[in-house]
């Protein structure tokens, strides 16, 4: 062929390789998913505010609990962190303004206050320190060395866990730049559930959740593979998972749907018939408002305050809002780069 | 048939005789019988064939519209082998009536069972149609109507169907959510539609099947209904147990038989490659 060959060619002659767009239908569906999600995100952002922390007072620093309000804020702040993995998420205005606001908020708010005595913060703590690690790349972390001198105690990494906790511990310890003693990733994999998943017809919620997220830690979501463990059946918690995936989609459970994508996708399975129908099936679930629906959603909000309702209403939805925004950010964030 | 399954269906024959002797009345019966001629098709050995005499001898008569369409025609069909008048009976009076519009909510079934066949004109839906109505949500009309679509075009897998994916993924997803919510029947009959939908084997059909053969318990009948049984109990309602287990049992028999062997597909060996209709000698 010569030059003259192609450019006398027309446009419709010349092949276009297809773009991949991992397991969403197309790039519409995905773009519109995502900017839905981020309107309600920034519309709600004052419900993901944390307690200003100095002013929580009259209680013994370790009794203190996480709560809903500090989880939600942690979570979006996680998710955040993925989001910035992927240049066109990173840059995406919404995203940028998100991200601003949360790390405000985590400044103004204290959050890293008391952190050697509040020592059940410290795991929501660490992760905020990923979490700031990531959106400020290369600025000092001066909260790192109070929740070093935690860890360095001998205890937060001692005390008895499941090999779920721990790694989940483990991967925002490492994200956040602290040294533990928690067991290699192998060692890990070798005691968890993933090993034998549990049956699925008796699988409890709680424990899907547990799948999913060994699968993105031991992945660091879908950017290594999993550890190698003798024993270890890769092929039987493929086809758990696409198990999993179908079932909860049969429960309209969205968020286990979207936390099931994204497990194939760390799991780097082919973009198939269940996984498109399955990221077809959440945009669809989408609510005009941009959030994705839970359960119990709607929430009953009988003899509630217009505010009241609006929070009943936010603790309800904002976690597998939130997870669809990670498997937007999974599925973007592994994308080929064009 | 693996003997797994045959040693299942000999314990299943021996509840459903105590059943009926237990409780004699004539929608325990129906149950019973529909049961024990499951267990002697699947296995057809001396304890099963005793259970079936038995029901089928000292047993009230039974009540042929008490349970479900698929429940009579399998009992009748083997009252049928002793040459039964009633249950010929039955089968002329649903012969008569089966062009009756809404009378019978499933036209598929009573077609296979009185003519060995599909039944002709029903309308087939897209595969797009399908996955919309098994992305419904399971307590919808939808879906239901989905999963008699399936049965009716496969003729309860006497037509080899081979659904496009993620069909028989979406299936296999909701028989799993169906067992987690110990809807036994509704899992049941999921899993045999899977089995219509595509010949592939799939982890969801190994699961269900494990998941069935776990649940019959040392009696022999399928299913733990301790609490909904004692809740009945208390409520007044007669015969619980026997009104929740046997047709769980037969369900789930019948579903591990097909899934199973692959190649079996019990409505063709219950009711016959031409139909009920024609071993009473009637025009269908």
Known sequence: ?338 | MSRLIQAAAVRASGYAARMAAQTRDARTTLNALALAHLCRTIAPTPATLQAWSKIASESPNPDWLASDLLTGLTAAAGMLETGDARAADYLRLLVDLRQTDGLFDDTALLEVALTGGPALGLPRRSDAAIIDGLLAGMETPDFAAVLTALEAASAFGQVPLSMVDPIPDLLEGAAAAALRAYDLPLGARLLRARRYASPRPGAGLETGLAFLLSSQAEDGGFGDYDTAIATLNVEGQADAEARIRLPVSFQALWTLAELEDPALRLARRVFGADGLAARIGVAA
């Open chain 1, 1 to 338: 062929m010569t030059l003259l060959d192609i450019t006398a060619s027309s446009p419709d002659e010349i092949p276009v390789a297809p773009e991949i767009y991992g397991v969403f239908p197309d790039h519409e569906s995905r773009s519109c998913l995502l900017e839905g999600v981020l309107s309600w995100l920034g519309m709600r952002l004052e419900l993901f505010d944390p307690p200003q922390e100095e002013a929580v007072t009259g209680e013994v620093p370790e009794t203190i609990v996480q709560g809903r309000r500090r989880k939600a804020f942690g979570e979006l702040g996680a998710a955040l962190r993925l989001a910035s993995r992927a240049p066109s998420l990173r840059t995406h205005p919404r995203i940028r303004l998100l991200a601003a606001e949360w790390k405000r908020l985590a400044r103004e708010r204290n959050i890293f206050f008391d952190a050697r005595r509040r020592i059940q913060l410290f795991p929501p703590m660490a992760v905020a320190l990923a979490v700031l690690t990531a959106i400020e790349p290369g600025e000092d972390q001066p909260d790192r060395l109070r929740l070093q001198t935690v860890l360095d105690r001998g205890f937060m990494d001692r005390v008895e866990r499941s090999a779920w906790h721990k790694l989940d511990l483990k991967y925002y310890f490492e994200a956040a730049g602290l040294t533990h003693g928690f067991e290699g990733d192998a060692a890990l994999l070798a005691q968890c559930s993933l090993m034998a998943p549990p049956a699925l017809p008796w699988a409890s919620t709680m424990d899907l959740y547990g799948v999913t997220h060994l699968i993105f830690h031991f992945t660091d979501f879908g950017t290594r593979p999993l550890p190698a463990v003798a024993g270890f059946d890769r092929d039987t918690l493929d086809r758990y998972v696409v198990l999993a995936l179908a079932m909860c989609l049969a429960e309209r459970d969205f968020d286990l749907v979207a936390e099931l994508l994204m497990s194939r996708l760390c799991l780097g399975a082919p973009a198939d018939p269940l996984s498109r129908t399955a990221a077809a099936a959440l945009c669809a679930a989408q609510q005009a408002e941009g959030f994705m629906p839970d359960r119990t959603w709607p929430a009953d909000v009988a003899g509630l305050t217009p505010a009241e309702a609006m929070e009943k209403e936010f603790f309800g939805v904002y976690h597998p809002t939130v997870v669809t925004l990670f498997l937007i950010a999974c599925d973007m964030a592994l994308e080929p780069a064009a």
